[in-house]
């Protein structure tokens, strides 16, 4: 079993649906949980940083961590055309500046 | 501007020629890392350094050395490079400092490996 486990897509959605994207991982010592998004032909970006259990939000994103199911979800709210790009999901057991697991990433296509 | 700079962008070699592929960032970062993209495999790191003289594996290490002489180089070698080390390679780099949003991460643009 991989240590980080996610859905590889694609998944297309029309404008405005609500999108969520989940990862699952095997590691328990993983307490810091990232989500980046990776445009065509770009350097992925850093979206949400959470840490241990619990929800945050900025914007239209939502991360959700439930470490005693191993898994975490990122939501999107209202999407846009403008969000269809590659998620990836990282992991880390010290913080981000340690040694990174990252997902496989899926693509997101948001339909006008 | 704040940036992440790779080079070459583009190299085609063959295997067991060796080769450098630089990163160098501008901002002061502690933290850099380096990171390979393939196809139905997403990213997995390298190889990552918190600080001048201090480097260490990520999940797929082998074939590869990096130093960090200096705060802002992170170099990557391929002592000699095989056909399966043909991929996209990402730097990054950021401040030890916790994070607290996007705009402290920095990915360079990519550097595209074909090893023949």
């Known amino acids: 079993q991989k240590e980080v486990e996610q859905d590889p897509g694609p998944l297309s959605v029309p404008e405005g649906a609500i999108v969520s994207l989940n990862c699952t991982y095997s590691n328990s010592a993983f307490q810091y949980f990232m989500w980046y998004r990776q445009y065509s032909r770009k350097g992925p970006e850093l979206l949400m940083y959470t840490y241990s259990s619990g929800n945050k939000e900025d914007g239209r994103f939502t991360a959700q961590v439930d470490k005693s199911s191993k898994y975490i979800s990122l939501f999107i709210r209202d999407s846009q055309p403008s969000d269809s790009a590659t998620y990836l999901c990282a992991m880390s057991a010290s913080g981000a500046n340690s040694k990174l697991t990252f997902g496989k990433g899926i693509t997101l296509s948001v339909r006008p | 501007e704040a940036q992440v700079t790779q080079n070459p962008r583009y190299l085609i070699t063959v295997t067991g020629k060796k080769l450098t592929v630089t990163c160098s960032q501008n901002?002061?970062?502690?933290?850099m890392s380096w990171y390979r993209q393939d196809p139905g495999l997403g990213l997995r790191q390298i190889y990552y350094s918190m600080n001048v003289e201090v480097t260490d594996k990520g999940d797929v290490p082998e074939g590869y050395k990096v130093s960090r002489k200096e705060k802002r180089n992170f170099p990557l070698i391929l002592e000699s490079p095989s056909p399966n080390q043909t991929s996209l390679y990402f730097c990054?780099?950021?401040?030890?400092?916790?994070?607290?949003?996007?705009?402290?991460?920095?990915f360079g643009p990519g550097t595209r490996l074909t090893v023949l």
């Open positions: 990054a780099s950021w401040p030890l400092a916790v994070l607290a949003g996007a705009n402290e991460q920095f």
């Open positions: 901002m002061n970062h502690e933290y």
